[in-house]
Structure formats: C-alpha cells, structure tokens
T-cell receptor
Framework: GAVVSQHPSWVICKSGTSVKIECRSL??????MFWYRQFPKQSLMLMAT?????????EQGVEKDKFLINHASLTLSTLTVTSAHPEDSSFYIC??????????????FGDGTRLSIL | GQNIDQPTEMTATEGAIVQINCTYQ??????LFWYQQHAGEAPTFLSY??LDGLEEKGRFSSFLSRSKGYSYLLLKELQMKDSASYLC??????????WGAGTKLIIKP
C-alpha cells in the first residue's frame, strides 16, 4: 500500500530555532500534499495545501512567512517552522494524495512529527 | 459554512457494539471517510462511503444517508485496542476534506 514517510518523528529545540519537517511519498507520486497541525485533544487542523511546482495555499490564520512550505518534487514536501516559539509546540502531520487519483482513500498520512519548543 | 458534528466522547464495554454518528453540512459532497486515530499517532483509514447504504468491513461498518447528511460508524465485538479517536471527514465539491473534531471512544473491560 501507499506509504508516506515523515521525518523527524520528534523534535525538541530552543525557542527561536527553525525546524524543518520532511514528508515523502515512498511508492507513489503526490502532486498534492497537506500539512496539518493537531493540538492535544483537538482535531486535525489543515494548515496548508502544498502543490508540486507551485506556491502552497495557506488556510486562514496560518502565517505563510512562519510556516514555509516547499514541494519541489512529486515525492517530497517540506515544512519549515521559522523562529519557533513555545506556542508552536504541536503535533504536525503531513498527508499526500496519490497522483493516480484513487477515489476511495484520498489521503495517505505520515506518522507525524511531535514538535516541542522550550 | 461547512460543518461536521460528531459526539466528543463515548464509552462502551469490551465485546459490545457501539455506533458513532456523524452529521454534516458541506458545500457539495464527494464521499465520506472514517479514520481511526490512536493517541500520539497519525490517522489511519477505515472506510469510505459515496453512495447511500451500508459498507461492511470485518468488525467495522459504515452507513451513509446523503439526503439526511448523516453517517455512522458501527464497531462490533469491541476490543480494548479499539480505544481511539474516530474522525469523520467529508470531501466537498472542491475535493477538499472537511474534518470533524473526532469522537474519543473509551472501551472498558
């Protein structure tokens, strides 16, 4: 089945640091990848939609200069949290849509990255 | 606006049956999905409904009524490992997934 690899799985760093999270589709091509954030006991919140070769589409309230997204190839998207602060601590999850457009499972999820800013 | 409602939390007994409901109001409809999410993990796909009726997959079944904007996930022969959050998501006319807040299911022995 389709596999999405997300790395790193856990990051602890100091306030002011920039953190890059990678999301790779291992056995399929993904023209579209999605970045979610999930705070404890809350649902998934879509941050942005990443399209290969073009600019990401950010959801309302998400700062595009703080959460930099790059989708340079059909198998890799990266999210960089710039100058991270404690309030950015959260569980970040990426998902990818298979280019073949399979209808009954629209998104394949990575395992998530737990980000803790001290 | 777009809205998906599901109960915040439910409790059931091991071996029993539980039904988790989901109602939705979205701009267009292109399928409804149920995902399971264990604490600290990413969601995993459970089921997909695009036509009215019941889809059965082992111990899990999902039902859809498009006219009522309603779905439910039915879990039979509950096991302790079924303790998780269950997320209902609807794909709208723009093929975007709209997520519910999730239902935390607690299984007691």
């Amino acid at each position: 089945g389709a596999v999405v690899s997300q790395h790193p799985s856990w990051v602890i760093c100091k306030s002011g640091t920039s953190v890059k999270i990678e999301c790779r589709s291992l056995d399929f091509q993904a023209t579209t990848m999605f970045w979610y954030r999930q705070f404890p006991k809350q649902s998934l919140m879509l941050m942005a939609t990443s399209n290969e070769g073009s600019k990401a589409t950010y959801e309302q309230g998400v700062e595009k200069d703080k959460f930099l997204i790059n989708h340079a190839s059909l198998t890799l998207s990266t999210l960089t949290v710039t100058s991270a602060h404690p309030e950015d601590s959260s569980f970040y999850i990426c998902s990818a849509r298979d280019i073949s457009g399979s209808g009954n499972q629209p998104q394949h999820f990575g395992d998530g990255t737990r980000l803790s800013i001290l | 606006g777009q809205n998906i409602d599901q109960p915040t939390e439910m409790t059931a007994t091991e071996g029993a049956i539980v039904q988790i409901n989901c109602t939705y109001q979205t701009s267009g409809f292109n399928g409804l999905f149920w995902y399971q999410q264990h604490a600290g993990e990413a969601p995993t796909f459970l089921s997909y409904n695009v036509l009215d009726g019941l889809e059965e997959k082992g111990r899990f079944s999902s039902f859809l009524s498009r006219s009522k904007g309603y779905s439910y996930l039915l879990l039979k022969e509950l096991q302790m490992k079924d303790s998780a959050s269950y997320l209902c998501a609807v794909r709208d006319s723009n093929y975007q997934l709209i997520w519910g807040a999730g239902t935390k299911l607690i299984i007691k022995p």
